[in-house]
């Protein structure tokens, strides 16, 4: 039996002290297969993005564990945590996150030099192709459109060849038809590389798109059984 890629066992997080503190998840267990491609949605403040962040290793849980390509992040070094995400964990925002001095192909290939990659300009450059940007590797994000900036971050993104792909509203700065082109490539790129995909949205057409849809309401997963539930029915 093939351990799962992802494993959220009784998850929670409280976020702010005091009397702003908000309970942000309340006991999340979430189970994904690999190539398994999941849709997250719900309403605003449903904590859809911080389930995200909790699966990238970017925010540390206050109970629960989490276990992602069968490493468990829990006790785990800050640096351990960055290493192990830059390996494994590709992210795509809804805002881009390029660095505005650096072309794409620089946005794409100083994240792999830093994590050692010997050929990070070449790498970045296949990558960008792959995305359909050949011909652009030495603009400016300032000088790209919405579209093509987030296959910039798409492409660096995928360069590090990770396990799963985390895309919290990546449509959401986009007009609808440059909207289903962005999401056309996420989910052909997840299918051909064999990635988990796991999207947060809220389109409920984008979400239905997804192998699962996983609804969120006030920090709890909705008719998600617990994992000692799935396990019992194994």
Same mark, same amino acid.
């Given at each position: 039996?093939?351990?799962?890629?992802?494993?959220?066992?009784?998850?929670?997080?409280?976020?702010?002290?005091?009397?702003?503190?908000?309970?942000? #998840?309340?006991?999340?267990?979430?189970?994904?297969?690999?190539?398994?491609?999941?849709?997250?949605?719900?309403?605003?403040?449903?904590?859809?993005?911080?389930?995200?962040?909790?699966?990238?290793?970017?925010?540390?849980?206050?109970?629960?564990?989490?276990?992602?390509?069968?490493?468990?992040?829990?006790?785990?070094?800050?640096?351990?945590?960055?290493?192990?995400?830059?390996?494994?964990?590709?992210?795509?925002?809804?805002?881009?996150?390029?660095?505005?001095?650096?072309?794409?192909?620089?946005?794409?290939?100083?994240?792999?030099?830093?994590?050692?990659?010997?050929?990070?300009?070449?790498?970045?450059?296949?990558?960008?192709?792959?995305?359909?940007?050949?011909?652009?590797?030495?603009?400016?994000?300032?000088?790209?459109?919405?579209?093509?900036?987030?296959?910039?971050?798409?492409?660096?993104?995928?360069?590090?060849?990770?396990?799963?792909?985390?895309?919290?509203?990546?449509?959401?700065?986009?007009?609808?038809?440059?909207?289903?082109?962005?999401?056309?490539?996420?989910?052909?790129?997840?299918?051909?590389?064999?990635?988990?995909?796991?999207?947060?949205?809220?389109?409920?057409?984008?979400?239905?798109?997804?192998?699962?849809?996983?609804?969120?309401?006030?920090?709890?997963?909705?008719?998600?059984?617990? #994992?000692?539930?799935?396990?019992?029915?194994?």
């Amino acid at each position: 039996m093939t351990e799962p890629v992802i494993l959220l066992d009784q998850v929670s997080l409280t976020l702010g002290q005091g009397a702003s503190s908000v309970h942000v #998840l309340k006991g999340i267990s979430l189970k994904a297969d690999y190539g398994e491609t999941i849709g997250i949605f719900g309403p605003s403040g449903s904590g859809k993005s911080t389930l995200l962040m909790v699966l990238a290793g970017l925010e540390r849980v206050d109970s629960g564990s989490v276990s992602i390509a069968g490493t468990l992040l829990d006790g785990q070094s800050e640096d351990a945590i960055a290493a192990f995400r830059g390996r494994n964990i590709g992210i795509v925002f809804q805002s881009f996150h390029l660095i505005p001095n650096m072309t794409a192909l620089e946005n794409v290939a100083v994240p792999l030099e830093l994590a050692g990659e010997a050929d990070a300009f070449a790498a970045a450059e296949r990558e960008l192709a792959a995305v359909g940007l050949a011909d652009r590797v030495t603009h400016y994000p300032s000088e790209l459109s919405g579209g093509e900036q987030q296959r910039v971050a798409i492409a660096r993104a995928l360069a590090p060849s990770p396990k799963i792909l985390i895309a919290d509203e990546p449509t959401g700065n986009l007009d609808q038809a440059t909207g289903r082109q962005i999401a056309d490539l996420l989910f052909a790129k997840a299918e051909e590389r064999g990635m988990t995909l796991v999207l947060v949205t809220h389109d409920p057409a984008l979400a239905d798109r997804c192998g699962r849809r996983v609804a969120m309401r006030s920090g709890r997963i909705e008719g998600e059984p617990s #994992l000692a539930a799935v396990s019992a029915s194994a």
